[in-house]
């Protein structure tokens, strides 16, 4: 077929945005994401209050990257049958429970488990929620873009979604 100028893939990108059924889920998705508040300095926290070394540090990475991949496998095996609304909510009430266990880091309480092996599971975990979170997601955009205009609109949402 005919490929639309700029210009109408543009309006058509446009009218797409203000369609409720698109603007509403993107700004959920983007004020989701805002509101997750990372902390930048609990990798320094690990180092120089507990003694983490660059190889503990490095391990807890190892296998936040792990976690992540099975989170995606996760949801694509056993939760793709669930609604993302259901989705979310379950994950952020699983993300408020890892964000309680840092709490309990900082203050010593580790339940007899070494320092790292708490932290391990903590920073792991948060990660393997961002994987099970990411399907739906991706999904949901694809789902949004106009026809003949699928590229330029995902890379639209996708920014939306990681600008946050």
Request: hydrophobic residues 50%; aromatic residues 16%.
């Amino acid at each position: 077929g005919e490929v639309a100028s700029t210009r109408e893939q543009c309006n058509e990108i446009w009218n797409t945005v203000c369609s409720r059924a698109v603007w509403q889920p993107l700004a959920f998705v983007y004020l989701y994401n805002v509101l997750q508040v990372g902390n930048s300095a609990w990798r320094e926290f690990l180092k120089t209050s507990l003694g983490f070394t660059g190889a503990q540090l490095n391990l807890i990475y190892i296998a936040a990257c792990v976690l992540l991949y099975l989170g995606v496998l996760c949801y694509k095996y056993y939760l793709i049958d669930w609604s993302w609304r259901m989705v979310y909510v379950v994950t952020t009430l699983l993300n408020g429970f890892f964000s309680i266990l840092q709490v309990l880091l900082i203050v010593g309480i580790t339940f007899g488990l070494s320092p790292f092996l708490f932290a391990l599971g903590d920073d792991a975990f948060a990660e393997f929620i961002q994987g099970i979170q990411f399907l739906p997601t991706t999904i949901m955009m694809v789902h949004l873009c106009p026809e003949g205009s699928e590229g330029a609109s995902y890379a639209m949402f996708t920014t939306v979604n990681n600008s946050a």
